[in-house]
């Protein structure tokens, strides 16, 4: 159920209801535009992963900046975006069962869609799709290229399944998918490197295969908010998928030579308890914050750490009990995970120079299906 918002424009940030998903408008425009300026002179085009935004408005101020369109994890985030006047969408991962195809088949009237498959399973299901909708659907063959999740090997494997795409009348073969998820969070510089050199070697040997037999990729896509610098230089993908890169989280921030974004999203929590000395409760736990990757970090109180969560509790700790936020203060939490952090929260409450900007619906919440 879509809760009522925690805030109205005008209101000061300190009045705003807590846990609150907070987003730093002034950071947030810096990450949109210096990622805009970035890719400016390399050639390659930015397909946004609102996976981690879920929101058409946000998906739209991207493509404003030069954004060729939007990427998602699911059906029910295309169907959200495509509603909301997103006209360019790609489904980067496999969908295989027919309802949800031919729910991705419907959304052809609104956007130009695209889905990924691995498989001759998959592309059968996609074809049967199209062929009930009466049109042609356009498929990118994943490859693995290092992440060891989806994706056929790179190589013939991949140029058998773009051929047996081109020679259907209700598909068009649409391009490569080459993601390398884990290597965003791969620490040090090196790591990255090594990694997505690996992946572009690959990559970059099914490209040529595939123009050898007469196919061209539209689009070769991948790369992400770690690493996207990495898949530039390479000179092989066309498209780079980054997300995170709008709000960042602190994860991101424990890689040795971090992404060049601000941090610009928050939870907005309250001290609901202060019932000893060195230690303060928020309102702010599981329900709220992603902890997956690591607890949030509480940002502006320098030796103040958030020690632990429960579902409606976070337990904030410091050896010196006066740097401790005080009963009824707010707080602002960086989460470890920007993605399902966004997930929890149905509005985005706009702030800027302390005060309400905008409230934004997390449109795609919970769009599993």
């Known amino acids: 159920m879509l809760q009522a918002p925690p805030a109205e424009p005008g209101m000061r940030e300190e009045e705003v209801d807590t846990p609150a998903l907070l987003l730093d408008l002034d950071a947030f425009e810096h990450n949109l535009d210096t990622m805009a300026a970035i890719l400016a002179p390399t050639g390659a085009k930015l397909r946004a992963h609102a996976k981690t935004h879920k929101s ?24 959200a975006l495509a509603w909301g006047g997103v006209p360019d969408i790609l489904v980067s991962n496999e969908v295989i069962a027919p309802r949800k195809l031919a729910r991705l088949a419907a959304l052809s009237g609104l956007a130009k869609v695209a889905v990924c498959a691995d498989g001759e399973h998959g592309i059968a299901a996609i074809e049967s799709a199209a062929e009930a909708a009466g049109l042609r659907m356009t498929v990118l063959v994943e490859i693995d290229c290092g992440g060891g999740r ?12 773009a051929e047996r795409i081109a020679g259907s009348r209700h598909l068009i073969f649409g391009g490569l998918q080459s993601y390398h998820g884990s290597a965003q969070h791969y620490r040090t510089p090196a790591q990255r490197q090594q990694a997505i050199g690996a992946a ?10 595939l123009r050898q037999r007469g196919l061209d990729c539209a689009i070769v896509g991948g790369a992400g908010t770690g690493t996207f610098r990495n898949e530039l230089a390479s000179g092989v993908w066309n498209e780079i998928q980054a ?11 424990r890689n040795d030579d971090p992404p060049p974004f601000r941090q610009s999203l928050f939870v907005l929590a309250q001290v609901m308890s202060a019932p000893r000395p060195g230690l303060a409760v928020v309102d702010a736990g599981h329900k ?7 607890p949030p970090l509480v940002h502006g109180f ?58 934004w619906p997390v449109a795609a919440r919970g769009g599993m299906a």
Do not use: N
């Open 56 to 79: 058409p408005i946000i998906a739209l101020q991207q493509m404003k900046r030069g954004a060729i369109g939007q990427c998602v994890q699911k059906v029910a985030e295309a169907e």
């Open 150 to 161: 989806c994706g056929v090997a790179p190589g013939p494997e991949a140029v058998a399944l």
């Open 200 to 209: 572009a070697d690959g990559t970059r040997r099914t490209v040529e295969q």
């Open 243 to 253: 997300g995170s890169y709008a709000f960042m989280d602190a994860d991101y921030g």
């Open 288 to 294: 709220a914050v992603a902890i997956d990757s690591g």
């Open 302 to 359: 320098p030796g103040v750490t958030y020690a632990g969560a429960s579902d409606e509790h976070g337990t904030l700790k410091a050896e010196d009990p006066s740097a401790l936020p005080r009963l009824g203060q707010s707080v602002r939490l960086v989460p470890g995970h920007c993605d399902p952090t966004v997930d929890r929260h149905d509005w985005y409450v706009g702030v800027r120079k302390g005060r309400v900007e905008c409230l």
